[in-house]
């Protein structure tokens, strides 16, 4: 049985029935009126530090899809977060984030940013072996460390989850994933944990992280700057949204004819709405119809970002006819829509509004989302201001981040 036919059987949540609902009745989202923000939310250094700290540094962050290590006894490196991490899936199948640091002295244990099956990780230096588990378990002249403790000496862990076919991980020890758990109830109405990983790029964007994020958040801009791709698809406004945690959920409506449609089953769903989730501190998750992009966002200056996106397919292409559909597929989203729209758009944005010609932008009815999740930001800064407890690692002094690899 594959994935497509798994997913017939599949029924939404609570909350995407609720939506969808919405939805076919024609929501538009109207209730809000216009607003304004301070174009300094996206040109101010210090404004972009503080919510690197508040947001980047202390709430718990997606960071791949499950499908990125489909396998137990493999591990992937990913430095986009400005720290080297390891995410891994053990022998038993469970996926950890560990600093991709050997204990003995500091030398990065694997290098590149693509996942690779490995029983044990081995450091390239002196050799210091270590399990999916972070357990050291061996090391060469032991004699030669008298009275060491190797259970003290294992790769160090970050607090994660894997819910619902992602994989989250905290650069605090206090982490709570309780949204997350929650975000995985709907991403398994999706069968994103059965999803087979097609593709993986990483963009560098000219643009504040938010200005990304904000294409993802109205849809006031899809039938105008899609208009020669996705735009046709849609319904122009016919919009609703709601919250999980500090998280944003919203529905769009397509063009396909709504009446009589089931909306329980959520294959059928699929083909008349389609969801979208704005995750703080940053990812988003586009489930289309028969294929889901997850694009995760890493800050590295207050107008430069690297956008992380990942294609997961109900299962591996078995024919060139196959491949070819999901290459298109591909080519569509990343290459056109987002990489020469939405990711432009907010290039284009960040130069206008780095030149000073406005104070703040103006956001209609249909751009509410935008203006909430600018409010969700000044709540976590708040929050964190007054947090006496939490200690996020320190992102003071790091040395400037390289891009990698398969960054274009």
Known sequence: ??????????????????LARAVAAGATRADR???????????????????????????????????????????????LSGK????TRDKKGTARVFLNVCRHRGTRLIEGDEPKSAARLVCPYHAWTYGLDGKLLALPRPETFPGLDKSAHGLV???????????WFSPIGNADFAHARTLGE????????????????????????KLIMDAFLE???????????????FRDGVTAGDEIGPHLRSAVGRIDEMEGVDLSDMEALRRIVTFAYQLLPGAIVIPSPDYINIMTLWPQAVGHTLVEDFMLIPEPPATDKARDHWERSWALLDGSVFASEDFRAAE???QGLSSGAVEHITLGALESGIARFSELIAEQ???VNSSNEKTPLDRAGSSPRALPSNCK
Do not use: C
């Open 1 to 18: 049985m594959n994935a497509i036919t798994t997913a017939a059987r599949r029924t939404p949540s609570a909350g995407q029935l609720a």
């Open 33 to 79: 009126g216009m607003s304004t923000l301070p174009a300094s939310d996206y040109t101010d250094h210090a404004h972009f530090e503080r919510e690197m700290a508040a947001l980047y540094g202390w709430m718990p962050q997606l960071v791949a899809p499950s499908a990125l290590l489909p396998q137990a006894g493999m591990a992937a490196p990913h430095d």
């Open 84 to 87: 080297p991490l390891l995410v």
């Open 157 to 167: 862990e970050l607090p994660s989850i894997e819910s619902g076919g992602a994989i």
């Open 186 to 209: 709907d991403f398994a109405a999706f069968g994103m944990a059965d999803l087979h990983l097609f593709r993986r790029k990483t963009h560098s964007v000219a643009a504040n992280w």
């Open 219 to 233: 849809s006031y801009h899809v039938t105008r700057l899609h208009s020669g791709t996705i735009g046709p698809f």
């Open 348 to 350: 284009l944005g960040q």
């Open 381 to 383: 800064l708040r929050e």
